[in-house]
């Protein structure tokens, strides 16, 4: 089964919808191994609590979801 292909902005929304920290805001990039990875730019009190549940909702997304471009 082919998975959707989605832009970086709707993944980048996708997680910060699901990540839900206040003051967040997630990246999406292309990665050679992954396809994609997420990084959390901004999130002072929570960076690394943050990143760990952002890797984690991009690991399910992976699943369904390839980059589009």
């Known amino acids: 089964?082919?998975?959707d292909e989605k832009t970086e902005a709707e993944l980048e929304e996708m997680i910060a919808q699901r990540i839900v920290v206040g003051g967040v805001?997630?990246?999406v990039r292309p990665d050679p191994l992954?396809?994609?990875r997420p990084m959390v730019i901004t999130a002072p009190k929570?960076?690394?609590y943050a990143?760990?549940?952002?890797d984690d909702v991009a690991v399910e997304l992976r699943k369904r979801f390839v980059l589009k471009g």
């Open 34 to 36: 992954l396809g994609w």
């Open 1 to 3: 089964m082919a998975k």
């Open 46 to 48: 929570h960076a690394t």
């Open 25 to 27: 805001y997630v990246s």
């Open 51 to 54: 990143q760990k549940m952002a």
